[in-house]
C-alpha cells in the first residue's frame, strides 16, 4: 500500500484525486516490473531509484568507471571534461544535504555538464499551488536529467511515473527518498569497500549500526551486499531502532545470513568486515538519545580486524569518538575518504546514465599504455 500524503498533489482537489488514481496504477507495479521501466530497451538503467536494480555487473562498471575517471582527470582533466558538455541536469533538493548535494554538483563540473539547482522551495511555483507533478514535470522541459532528494519514502516510484507520463522521459536520480532508499549513497559506499577488498566482497561479514530502521543509506546498502556469496549481516541497534521487517525478508530470499544485535556494538566489532555507523535519524521524529552501548569507541580500533574497515555515511553526531577524527595513520577508518569517494562514484553514475563510462575507460586504459605515471586524485 503506497502512503500518497507526503507528496503534495496540488490545491485543486479533482486534479489531485485524478493524478492520484493515475499514480496508484503504476505503483501496484510488481518489482520486477517496476525494475523493467527503469531500464531502456538494451537493458541499461536509465534510472538511478533503487538499490536493488543493480547487480554485480553495473556495480563493478560503476567501480572501474570512478577509478579511471579519478586518474584521467588527474592527467586529462580537458579530456573529462569535455565529454558532458552538451548535457545539463538539475540538482532538486527538497530536504537538506551537504555531501550529496556538493559530490553531485562536483561530479557534474568534471564531466562538463551544465548544472543548476533548487533548494529554496519557497522560490518554486508550488506556493501557488502547484502540484509536484507538474513541478517535476516542469523541469523536466529544461534539462536532460534530474538529481532529486525528497523527504517522501516513494518519491523516487512519484517521480519515475512523472517521467513516463510525459513525452520527456529523463533520466532521474534517486539522491535519497525519505526512510526508503539512498542508492547512490549506496554505490560510493560500495566502491569505497570494493577499493579496500580489491573487489572480492563474497564470505564477509558486515555489520549496520545504529538507526537501521528508518536508515536509508542502511537498507540501500545491505541489499546490495547481499548480492555477494555468504554474506552475514548484522543489524546493531536496540528493539526500537532494528532494521525492518522487509528489509530483512528481502536480505534473506536472498541467502544473506541476518543476525540483530540489540545489547550493543563491542561483541561484534571483532567479527565484522565493516562496521557502518548511522545517527539517529531523528528528522523522522522521536528523540536522538544516545545509548553508549552503541557508539563506536577508540578502543574498538584495538579489538577490529586488520582488515576491517569503518565507514560512516554522515552526517555523524556522538556514535563515533570523536578521538578517531584525528587519527591519521590507521587506514581502516574511511569515513572521510567516503566522502571523496562519493564524487567519483557519482561521476561514474553519470558518466554511464550519458553512455560515457567506456570512454572514461578506454582513456585510461590508453593512458596507462603509454606508461603515463598515473596518480589517484
Ligand atoms: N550521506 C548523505 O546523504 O549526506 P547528506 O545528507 O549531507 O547529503
Not at 523516487?156 to 549513497?185: C, Y
Not at 545517527?279 to 584495538?302: S, V
Request: charged fraction near 30%; aromatic fraction near 10%; hydrophobic fraction near 35%.
Amino acid at each position: 500500500m503506497v502512503i500518497l500524503n507526503d507528496i503534495y498533489w496540488g490545491e485543486s482537489a479533482p486534479v489531485a484525486k485524478y493524478d492520484q488514481h493515475k499514480f496508484a496504477e503504476f505503483a501496484a507495479l510488481s518489482p520486477r516490473e517496476l525494475e523493467q521501466e527503469c531500464r531502456d530497451q538494451h537493458g541499461r538503467l536509465k534510472h538511478i531509484i533503487r538499490a536493488e536494480h543493480f547487480d554485480l555487473d553495473f556495480l563493478r562498471t560503476i567501480c572501474e568507471t570512478a577509478d579511471a575517471a579519478r586518474s584521467v582527470a588527474k592527467m586529462e582533466d580537458k579530456f573529462m571534461k569535455s565529454l558532458l558538455t552538451a548535457k545539463s541536469v538539475l540538482n532538486y533538493f527538497k530536504q537538506p544535504s551537504s555531501r550529496t548535494f556538493l559530490s553531485f554538483s562536483m561530479a557534474e563540473a568534471h564531466l562538463g555538464m551544465r548544472r543548476e539547482e533548487v533548494r529554496d522551495l519557497k522560490t518554486s511555483s508550488e506556493v501557488k499551488g502547484e502540484s509536484e507533478k507538474d513541478s517535476l514535470r516542469t523541469a523536466s522541459s529544461y534539462f536532460d536529467a534530474i538529481v532529486c532528494r525528497h523527504p517522501s519514502d516513494i518519491y523516487d516510484l512519484f517521480a519515475v511515473w512523472v517521467m513516463k507520463s510525459s513525452n520527456r522521459e529523463l533520466p532521474f536520480v534517486n539522491a535519497g527518498s525519505g526512510k526508503s532508499e539512498h542508492p547512490t549513497q549506496a554505490a560510493l559506499d560500495y566502491y569505497t569497500d570494493w577499493r579496500w577488498f580489491n573487489g572480492d566482497l563474497d564470505n564477509k561479514v558486515f555489520a549496520y549500526v545504529g538507526d537501521c530502521k528508518r536508515g536509508r543509506t542502511i537498507h540501500s546498502g545491505a541489499k546490495l551486499m547481499a548480492l555477494h556469496k555468504d554474506t552475514t549481516i548484522y543489524f546493531v541497534a536496540p528493539e526500537e531502532l532494528q532494521i525492518d521487517p522487509e528489509t530483512e525478508r528481502y536480505l534473506q530470499e536472498r541467502d544473506a545470513k541476518v543476525i540483530k544485535e540489540t545489547n550493543g556494538l563491542a561483541s561484534v566489532v571483532p567479527l565484522a568486515h565493516k562496521i557502518y555507523m548511522t545517527r539517529i535519524q531523528d528528522e523522522h521524529g522521536g528523540k536522538a538519545e544516545y545509548d553508549p552501548n552503541f557508539i563506536f569507541r577508540k578502543e574498538f580500533l584495538a579489538t577490529m580486524r586488520p582488515d576491517a574497515i569503518l565507514e560512516h555515511p554522515m552526517p555523524k553526531r556522538e556514535e563515533i569518538d570523536p578521538a578517531i577524527d584525528y587519527i591519521k595513520d590507521d587506514p581502516r577508518i574511511k569515513h572521510w575518504e567516503e566522502q571523496r569517494n562519493g564524487m567519483w562514484g557519482r561521476v561514474a553514475l553519470l558518466a554511464y546514465l550519458f553512455d560515457a563510462d567506456a570512454d572514461i575507460r578506454c582513456r585510461y586504459e590508453k593512458i596507462k599504455s603509454i606508461g603515463a605515471g598515473l596518480r589517484d586524485n
